[in-house]
């Protein structure tokens, strides 16, 4: 574990490539002291110009790191899925089949401890398609990373605190305006095409 700390320190101060670096590492579920939030935050407050920058960096990193999760759910099924409780597994399964790519979009806003790496597995398992499920994480992860940038460039220091304090809130607004689009999507489907 130190090791993995002292990659993280190392990372955190080479900018925007290293924050790519650690948003990778972090959702191909390597465990790095503070994600990438942290090095997302400090970055933003220092040069608040790039934070468009920075949190495309972001995004781009962690989309990469969740299709190692993703393959690893393809590939090892059911075995990666066996290391979680059951009983999660299986509402999560019902709800990935239920839901689908909105679920991943919107399980990647969420802050901890929402089982992101759960539905991302699970998205792997199910057989979810690969341009649908990159799409979602990016969209959602840039949502999360834009965000983060925003409120960091905002409140400097104090950032952390107002994330801490407003973001299960943010996040709640976020899963609502998903949860329509879902359902008007649905509806529209459940009425079939257009006549021409």
């Known amino acids: 574990m ?18 790519l670096a650690i948003s990778f ?4 579920a390597v465990p790095l002291a503070g994600g990438p939030d942290a090095v997302l935050m400090l970055l933003s407050w220092r040069r608040p110009e790039l934070l468009l920058w920075i949190a ?5 990193g962690s989309t990469l790191g969740c299709f190692v999760l993703y393959g690893i759910g393809r590939k090892g099924g059911e075995k990666a899925l066996a290391r979680f409780d059951p009983g999660k597994v299986s509402r999560m399964e019902r709800r990935m089949r239920d839901y689908g790519v909105w679920l991943v979009a919107a399980s990647v806003m969420a802050p901890p401890p929402f089982p992101t790496k759960l539905v991302v597995l699970a998205s792997g398992v199910l057989g979810t398609g690969k341009g649908r499920f990159g799409l979602a994480v990016f969209a959602g992860r ?3 990373y834009l965000l983060v940038a925003c409120l960091a460039a905002r409140y400097g ?5 107002v994330l ?9 607004v976020l899963a609502v305006i998903l949860a329509v689009l879902f359902l008007l999507r649905r509806r529209r489907r ?3 095409p257009k006549p021409v």
């Open 25 to 28: 590492l972090d959702s191909a």
């Open 190 to 192: 459940a009425r079939g």
């Open 164 to 172: 801490s304090r407003h973001y299960p809130a943010v996040s709640a």
């Open 2 to 19: 130190e090791l993995l700390n002292r990659l993280s320190r190392y990372l955190a101060v080479m900018g925007i490539p290293g924050l």
């Open 157 to 161: 220091d104090q950032a952390a605190g």
């Open 142 to 144: 840039f949502v999360r």
């Open 56 to 60: 495309l960096a972001a995004t781009v």
